[in-house]
């Protein structure tokens, strides 16, 4: 169904609210439809002034959603965690030995992309998995079909404890919990679900909320090590996983890239006893884009192109964002973080679209403030980082403050009582 014709409903406004993650419906929904939407045509200036006032306002409102949904363009630094990620889960994935299976730890800087691009991989894995074994569940209880759920995303609570952290798993599943269970009912019902589901990563975001100086988070970072015992691929997500102080009690092999904790102190998991071997994790970083090399310059004006390939403004023309000093502007404006570039473009296309002039240029984008007020996100762990100021920023903070001239008061009537001394 196209924007230009028919009175019905739009084809681009997705039904009902976005879909939250953290449930195994929630997750379902976003895996089988993120590629559902469909961008707006490709419109030029005449093209558009010849529609009728109605399909205008609707071409229009496409574009705006066009912009506001930018497709997850590959990067080099997500090529990394891709080959990793989606290396690590397939082999434990495939593994039958009753080895304690190797976690993925994802870090860097926030509004970076590493939510998406986890995601990404893991429902990537998801696709192959369900097509592999015709969408049922191989490790169903025979007479039985289980619910089958190979990915879990679980966003860790901003004030963690043990509890709380097997409670978020279980509420991702919908399991029924019991006000009075404590914490060995807790992590065996974790187990079971983890195992009857067929889940084979268990995907923990925001792993840096956890504040290592706090006793229940050490109880809780315990009990996420605890996890690795049940053959599944523990994926950890973060803001600056080494700087967090989460890898304090691990070793960090320089040659393979892994780290090394102790055992956890969970000493049964689901009933049997634990294996006491040591837990590793592959530790990799998706980090922002570089400007000082010919090739990391090149690789941002390669991405820059992917995301001018998918705007749809009138006057756009080739080069709107990779020629002449706009990717360096851009770069200085983002600091090559892909999330800060998304809000600047996004923002940008809609003033150009309100404004009419159809283009994206350093001085309409000058204009635009990079705002980061999402209350999902938590300052304290890095989830928000610093926005580079505007150029017009800058000029207000150097320009001299002009003071108000002080009011006379010779001739102000202070009343009797000040006549009188009183």
């Not at 707006?40 to 529609?51: D, V």
């Not at 973060?238 to 969970?266: C, K, N, W, Y």
């Not at 009138?314 to 983002?334: N, Q, V």
């Not at 984008?365 to 938590?378: C, K, M, N, V």
């Amino acid at each position: 169904m196209s924007t230009q014709g028919g009175s019905g409903p739009v084809p681009f406004v997705l039904p009902g609210p976005p879909p939250m993650r953290d449930t195994v419906e929630g997750w379902e929904r976003w895996r089988v439809t993120r590629r559902d939407f469909m961008p707006a045509p490709r419109l030029s200036l005449a093209e558009w002034r010849l529609l009728s006032p109605r399909k205008k306002s609707l071409h229009d409102l496409h574009r705006s959603a066009t912009h506001a949904n930018l497709q997850l363009l590959q990067t080099p630094m997500a090529d990394a965690v891709t080959k990793l990620l989606h290396g690590r889960v397939m082999t434990n994935a495939l593994k039958h030995k009753p080895t304690t299976r190797a976690g993925v730890m994802v870090t860097g800087g926030g509004y970076q992309g590493k939510t998406e691009t986890g995601c990404e991989i893991l429902a990537t894995f998801e696709d192959i998995w369900r097509e592999l074994h015709r969408h049922l569940n191989p490790d169903a209880v025979p007479g039985a079909r289980d619910l089958h759920v190979p990915v879990a995303y679980v966003q860790t609570p901003v004030t963690a404890k043990p509890k709380s952290l097997c409670k978020a798993i279980l509420n991702f599943y919908g399991a029924q919990l019991h006000p009075r269970m404590d914490l060995p009912d807790l992590l065996r019902q974790v187990a079971a679900s983890l195992h009857d589901h067929g889940t084979r990563a268990l995907l923990l975001d925001d792993i840096t909320r956890l504040r290592l100086h706090r006793a229940d988070d050490q109880d809780t970072l315990d009990l996420i090590r605890a996890f690795m015992s049940m053959h599944v691929t523990l994926v950890l997500i973060g803001v600056d996983i080494p700087g967090s102080g989460l890898l304090r009690e691990g070793r960090h092999d320089p040659d393979t890239g892994q780290v090394t904790f102790p055992p956890a102190q969970q000493s049964k998991v689901h009933g049997r006893e634990a294996t006491q071997t040591e837990r590793r994790f592959d530790l990799v970083e998706l980090d922002r884009f570089r400007y000082e090399t010919d090739e990391e310059i090149a690789a941002w004006i390669d991405h820059l192109t992917g995301v001018e390939d998918q705007l749809r403004l009138l006057k756009a023309h080739r080069g709107m964002l990779t020629a002449g000093r706009m990717p360096e502007y851009l770069f200085g404006r983002t600091n090559g973080v892909v999330g800060l570039l998304e809000r600047l473009v996004e923002d940008g296309c809609q003033e150009a679209i309100d404004s009419e002039l159809e283009c994206l240029t350093e001085p309409l984008l000058e204009g635009i403030a990079i705002t980061l007020g999402d209350p999902s996100r938590d300052p304290g762990a890095g989830e928000i980082p610093d926005t580079p100021p505007t150029g017009s920023d800058t000029a207000a903070k150097d320009r001299p403050v002009k003071r108000k001239r002080p009011r006379n008061t010779v001739f102000d009537d202070h009343g009797p009582a000040a006549s009188t001394g009183t």
